[in-house]
């Protein structure tokens, strides 16, 4: 297991344009979280999946955002009609015991909007 | 509500000298309490959690972290700074009924040889 695995690593886009990433938590971990870090801040919880089950969002996530986890395993993060302030570092997270206490993060996807 | 504060954005030392990076939080619950490091373009790294268990808590790297509660802190040292050691780092907060991370806006270290 290579740990949470996410893609692309980097985007830009331009403003206007649709984004999606693509989170493949840890096997077997069941809770999956997104988070949000712009620059020179701490990351910002946005939503977190119990298997399927997206069970919190934060008021962060506009309805331009939206996340799913169709089949318990990958998520992916879509947002519509990007605009320059959506520029930062999303970061996924998963873990195994249905805390956060457990989590492992990936990478991140870093996404600038021109 | 939760939320921690890191005093300083900014930490120089020099290598071999004693780390120091301050964390205090919030909670009106018993919190857990965190320490992550972030390496420039990378995701997070867990150093340390406090879960309620020992208040003296050791992490990787030779970081270590005291819990407080009369002084609702959570502070990371390490006796002796490595170059390796200059990177980001962030101190969290979760309640044990919820199941989120509260970060603070981080410390970057630098370390000078």
């Known amino acids: 297991d290579t740990g949470v695995s996410q893609n692309p690593r980097h985007k830009i886009t331009k403003r206007g344009q649709n984004v999606t990433f693509r989170c493949d938590p840890i096997s077997e971990h069941n809770r999956l979280y997104w988070y949000r870090q712009t620059l020179g801040q701490g990351p910002e919880f946005l939503t977190y999946f119990q298997n399927e089950a997206q069970l919190e969002k934060s008021r962060l996530l506009s309805d331009r955002f939206s996340a799913e986890r169709p089949k318990g395993s990958f998520s992916t993060l879509e947002i519509q009609r990007t605009e320059q302030g959506d520029s930062a570092m999303y970061l996924c997270a998963s873990s195994s015991r249905g805390t956060i206490i457990e989590a492992f993060f990936g990478q991140g996807t870093r996404l600038t909007v021109v | 509500a939760q939320s921690v504060t890191q005093l300083g954005s900014h930490v120089s030392v020099s290598e071999g000298a004693l780390v120091l990076l301050r964390c205090n939080y919030s909670?009106?619950?018993?919190?857990?309490l965190f320490w992550y490091v972030q390496y420039p373009n990378q995701g997070l790294q867990l150093l340390l959690k406090?879960?309620?268990?020992?208040?003296l808590v050791k992490g990787i790297n030779g970081f270590e972290a005291e819990f407080k509660k009369s002084e609702t802190s959570f502070h990371l040292t390490k006796p002796s700074a490595h170059m390796s050691d200059a990177a980001e780092y962030f101190c969290?907060?979760?309640?044990?009924?919820?199941?989120?991370?509260?970060f603070g806006t981080g410390t970057r270290l630098q370390v000078f040889p």
């Open positions: 969290a907060v979760s309640a044990p009924n919820t199941d989120k991370l509260i």
């Open positions: 406090y879960t309620s268990a020992a208040t």
């Open positions: 909670s009106s619950v018993p919190p857990y």
